[in-house]
């Protein structure tokens, strides 16, 4: 589960690490149900490192009663669980009227079920085994997803500006004329403005499907995009995340 690395910085990319990705999540609180006690030492550990408050509970009942009584961020299950199953318990959880965005874990990584993870209530699907840059960009999100209106027609980062209806991009008041999926990919990274978005995230959500994240598919994209949104502009706004992924940010 260690950190992955994806090499060196190419020309014109702003390179953020690991670390300064963790500080978006400082303050947050999450429970963990996960019955490897040597996996779940090593999360909230790793969490409680990046400035998470983790609790942790190792079977499905537990993970049920502290997720009732307490107030969480984010939830992090995994799908098999001792004494209740991890989809049993987003299940109830749901049924009890808590929205509380959850991320299941599983050895179980195939389409079919994701997609069953999903029904039952989950909001996000991450297969083991897993790198932990991978799963608190992930956390990242889903915390600062949740109670966030989705209605929100245009998206603003610095002077740039997306206007999701008329599909419009401009850059201090400056047209800048995108592809379709040069806009999806803008329009998710703005959608998450100042949060780590990964490799898969992207594949899963811009285009739709899975498939190795180490492809350069999603390289060669931001590459045009960031050269369409920065070329000819003082501020460099979209970040690469060195072991993680990207962020789109205006730190003016």
Do not use: C
């Not at 609180?29 to 550990?45: P, Q």
């Not at 299940?91 to 959850?102: A, H, Q, Y």
């Amino acid at each position: 589960m260690g950190i992955a690395e994806h090499g060196q910085p190419k020309s014109g990319e702003t390179v953020y690490t690991v670390a300064d990705a963790a500080a978006n999540v400082a303050h947050m609180k999450i429970l963990v149900i996960e019955d490897d006690l040597e996996a779940a030492a090593y999360m909230t550990k790793a969490f409680r490192e990046a400035g998470i408050v983790a609790d942790h509970a190792s079977d499905g009942e537990s993970g049920l009663f502290m997720g009732t009584e307490n107030a969480y961020d984010v939830m992090v299950v995994d799908r098999m669980l001792p004494r209740r199953d991890g989809l049993s318990v987003i299940s109830e959880l749901r049924k009890r009227g808590i929205d509380t965005p959850v991320l299941i874990l599983s050895a179980l990584g195939q389409v079919d079920d994701r997609v069953t993870g999903l029904r039952a209530g989950g909001d996000d699907y991450l297969p083991k085994p897993y790198a932990f840059s991978e799963l608190l960009a992930r956390v990242e999100v889903l915390g600062r997803r949740k109670g966030k209106p989705e209605q929100d027609m245009v998206y603003r980062v610095g002077d740039l500006e997306l206007d999701r209806l008329s599909h419009e991009v401009k850059r201090a008041g400056k047209e800048i004329l995108l592809q379709p999926r040069e806009f999806r990919l803008l329009e998710y990274l703005m959608k998450n403005a100042g949060q780590v978005v990964t490799r898969t995230m992207l594949l899963e959500n811009v285009w739709d499907y899975h498939f190795d994240p180490q492809t350069n598919v999603i390289d060669v994209h931001v590459s045009r995009l960031r050269s369409k949104i920065e070329k000819d502009f003082d501020r460099p706004l979209l970040k690469t995340v060195r072991g993680a992924g990207y962020m789109i940010k205006d730190e003016g």
